[in-house]
Every structure is written in C-alpha cells, then in structure tokens.
C-alpha cells in the first residue's frame, strides 16, 4: 500500500490536475497522460503483486511495457511543445513521429516480445523481483539515454528563449531531467534485491514529477486557464472592484487600491464610491459602457470611464466594475482645446478668438447695439530685444506687455496676441471718448513702469496705438481692423518715439 498505492494516488492526482487547469492545451494533456502512463507502471505492480507469480510474466508484457513504451514519445513531444520546436517540424513529421512506439506497443501485444519486457521472476521475502538479464539491462540503458535526450528540445529551447525567465525555466526542467536519469541509471542498473520494491527506478517519475510541479509554481507554468486572468486582475492599471448585489465590496485589485487608498477600499461601499445614480443604472441591470463621471478617489477628483458586467460568484449574483481614470486624457484635450483659442507664450486669445468674440459683439441685435472702440497696438523696435538679448528674453518681454494689454481690455473687453509683437483689444460699451481715453493713458503708464523696470532691455521699445470705433469707422471686423491698423501707421510716422506721441 505504501510503496505502490500512494504514488498510484500521486500520479492520478497529477493527471486529473493537468486536465483541470486547462485540458484544451496540449502541453497539459501531455502531462496528464505521462503521469497516467507512471500511474499504470505503479498500478501493473501493485495488481502483479497480488497474483500468483506465474501471472508476472503477462502482467509485464502486456500492460507493465505498454505503458512504459508509450513514455519517451509522449515525453519527447511534450518538450517539442514547450519549447515551441514543433513550429519547425514539417506537418507530415509532427506529431506522427512521436508516436512511432504504438507499433512496438502492437508487436509486444501480439507476440509478448521478451527482447521488450522481462519473463522470468523469482520471490524473495515481500517482493516478486524480475530476473535481471541482458534484454533488462538494454532496455534500462535505453531509457537512461532516452532521458537524457530529452536535454536536447531544451538546449535548443533555452537558447532561443527571448527571455530570462524562459531559460530559467528551461534551466530548471533540464535540472529535473537530469536527476531523474541518474535515478533511472542507478536504481534501474544496480540489483538491490529483496531491499527495495521491484523496479527502484520507477520512482525517478516522481522525482521528475516534483521538479515539473516545482518549475510550474515558480514560473507559473502550466497554470490554471483562470490564473491568467487572475494575473491581469492584478496588473490591470485600471481599478477593478468585485462587489455584491448589496454593493459590498468583495475584491479590489492593487489598481483600485492606489486609486482609492488600500482603508477607503476595504470600509467604503461601491455606492459610496460611484454614487446613487449608479447604484439606479446596476439595479436596472443597464448596460455599463464607457459611462463617464466624476468620482472622488484618494483625495482628489477623478475623471473617470467605467464599464461593468453582471456575474455569479458562488451562485450569487456579483457587480464586476472597471474604473479607468481618464483624468489625464481629459486635462490634455481640454488643453488642446484651450491652445486652439490661445497664444501658447502669452495665453493671451488668439486672432481666431478674438475675431469670434468681437463678431459675437457685433451681430447684437440693434436695440442691444454699444459703442465698442478697437486698440491695435504695436510693440515698436521690439526686434532689437530679440537681436541684442536672445528669443527667450523676448519672449519673457512679450508676456509682461501681454499682461499689460489684459489689464487694459478688463471685464468688459478682450485683448489678443494677433502676430509677433503685434496686439489688439476691444473696449465694449464704454460711455464717453474720455473713457478710451483713459484707458490708453492708463495703459501707457503702466508700460512706461515696466520699461524702467527692464531696463537696458526694453530701453529703445515703444508703443503705436491705432484706435477705431464702432459704428464710426465701419460695422465690420476687417473694417475696424483696416482702419485701426491706418490709424496705427500713422502714429509710427508722427510719434518720433514718443509712446505718447504715437497715438492716433
């Protein structure tokens, strides 16, 4: 019971094992049926020792060498596999050739070849050994070369690897074959009698066992269909919740965690995170789909797209929750969107913008119509900024008069970059000529601050103002612009300089 029924319930343990974690692939049947090949060597001695000796030598021919003849095939195949050499072998060679033993399996069933099993047995104490003689020693010399053989599939295998865990792992399986052959070669070539069961080397399976079971835990090899996804449950950037019908929160993956913060995860209810109106959409069973809302995670507000799905877990019915944070996507088009209508240097609007507001002022219906007057300014000799101290020093000028011109248009007008040192600003609805006025004035004297402030930069800048209005001077953009921009040339030609001076 010891020597033979416990490795008979090891072998069956590891062939139902296999087909469990994922009988579809062939790597896993193969394992299944090499283990069950080991169990029925186990089981044919286990049954042979319960029959009268004269039984031994049928026992052996026809069921103990069947299964031990199925072995190397099967073996050789499963390391092909694993090591992806079948991709290279012709359709017409792979997998036939593999499975080339079935026709010894057929001669020893209909002739009982003694060069492929042994016949003669003799009793000593518990055991019914087998006669060591020349056809044994062949064969066990066979089946080390065989074992070792196997070491071939998995140099080439560990060689090719395009990673270090896959050689590692190659590494390892050829370790347990390695030692399983010296098993085989020690207890399969020495006679130790009535002091070990018949045929030692029969448990060099197991070792070879326990090296394969070893590699698949290190490696996750050859692991449950369901381990994969259990993987990606916990790489998955996203945050995934399982929660039940009462919204619970059974499972969060490390996602999640981060998200939320590993104490909110485990104390707050799925309710408590995505809110009521979610809460109406999964009691309704509603189809979760890319549905955007903003949530609260981890003390800061999140963006976020989520999916769900309905599920049974443990025959009750469970919430499967996808959360992508989709904050930094958000932020990025809004800012696309934001560069669209601004000056990236200045952030001041843009010549599109600019056009859009003022044309929204002007198309007022006619009882809603104001006197709106148009600045266009330009930052003369600016150019010399550019020469004499670099683009970035002129470019940190354009950002102080870009302020400069904000401050001027206020709440109730727009300023805008239009061009490279070139600036426009609408004034809506001002009262009285004194008002734009005193707007330019005030305009000019903070620009004349910010010149003494940057000197020797801004030493030899100056500014040209050209100023229309609306409906004086037309009832159109380009016509206020073309008339602002007359008015401005103007000012260049008669200011001498002077920011005062150059205005018209």
């Not at 006679?191 to 018949?198: C, H, K, T």
């Not at 990606?232 to 913060?261: R, S, T, V």
């Not at 469970?318 to 904050?327: C, E, K, P, S, Y």
């Not at 809506?428 to 006025?437: M, S």
Request: with cysteine.
């Amino acid at each position: 019971m010891l020597t033979h029924f416990v490795p008979i319930l090891y072998f069956a343990f590891m062939s139902i094992d296999m087909l469990i974690r994922d009988a579809r692939k062939i790597e896993h049947r193969l394992v299944s049926l090499i283990s069950l090949c080991f169990m029925n060597l186990f089981l044919a001695e286990y049954v042979r020792h319960q029959l009268p000796i004269e039984y031994s030598p049928v026992v052996a021919a026809v069921w103990f060498s069947t299964s031990g003849i199925l072995i190397p095939g099967l073996g050789f195949h499963l390391f092909v596999k694993l090591t992806k050499l079948d991709r290279k072998m012709p359709r017409y060679v792979y997998p036939w050739i593999f499975y080339l033993p079935v026709i010894l399996v057929v001669i020893n069933l209909l002739r009982i070849d003694t060069t492929i099993s042994v016949t003669r047995f003799y009793e000593s104490g518990l055991w019914k050994l087998p006669v060591y003689n020349t056809p044994y020693y062949i064969t066990m010399v066979l089946c080390v070369i065989n074992n070792l053989l196997y070491l071939i599939p998995l140099v080439i295998g560990k060689r090719q690897a395009a990673n270090r865990e896959m050689r590692d792992l190659y590494k390892h399986l050829g370790i347990g074959v390695v030692l399983a052959a010296a098993w085989f070669g020690i207890f399969g070539l020495i006679e130790f009698g009535s002091a070990l069961p018949p045929y030692p080397y029969l448990y060099g399976g197991v070792v070879w066992f326990f090296f394969l079971r070893r590699t698949m835990r290190k490696y996750d090899f050859l692991n449950f269909t369901d381990r994969r996804f259990e993987k990606l449950f916990h790489l998955n950037p996203a945050a995934i919740l399982l929660a039940d019908a009462g919204g619970l929160i059974k499972e969060a993956n490390p996602g999640a965690k981060e998200m939320f913060g590993s104490h909110a995860v485990k104390q707050d209810n799925l309710w408590s995170i995505l809110g009521e109106n979610f809460r109406e959409l999964v009691e309704r069973q509603r189809e979760v789909r890319n549905h955007e809302m903003t949530i609260s995670g981890g003390g800061k507000t999140i963006h976020a797209l989520i999916d769900a799905g309905y599920i049974l877990v443990e025959h009750h019915p469970h919430i499967l929750v996808i959360i992508r944070d989709a904050t930094p996507f958000i932020e990025q088009q809004k800012r696309i969107a934001y560069l669209a209508y601004h000056d990236p240097l200045t952030e001041l609007p843009n010549r599109r913008h600019f056009r859009e507001k003022l044309q929204e002022k002007l198309d007022r219906p006619a009882e809603r119509r104001k006197p709106l007057a148009l600045l266009l300014v330009d930052v003369d000799n600016f150019k010399t900024v550019n020469d004499r101290y670099g683009h970035q020093t002129g470019d940190e000028a354009l950002v102080k008069i870009a302020a400069l011109m904000s401050d001027t248009a206020g709440t109730d007008g727009m300023a805008a970059r239009i061009g490279g040192d070139e600036f426009v600003i609408f004034l809506d609805d001002y009262p009285d000529e004194g008002h734009v006025e005193d707007r330019v004035g005030r305009l000019l004297d903070a620009f004349a601050q910010l010149k003494m402030s940057n000197r020797p930069v801004m030493d030899e800048v100056s500014l040209s103002i050209g100023i229309s209005r609306y409906p004086e001077h037309g009832d159109t953009i380009d016509l206020l612009l073309w008339h602002a921009d007359k008015k401005m040339y103007q000012a260049k030609r008669e200011g001498k300089g002077d920011d005062r001076e150059n205005i018209s």
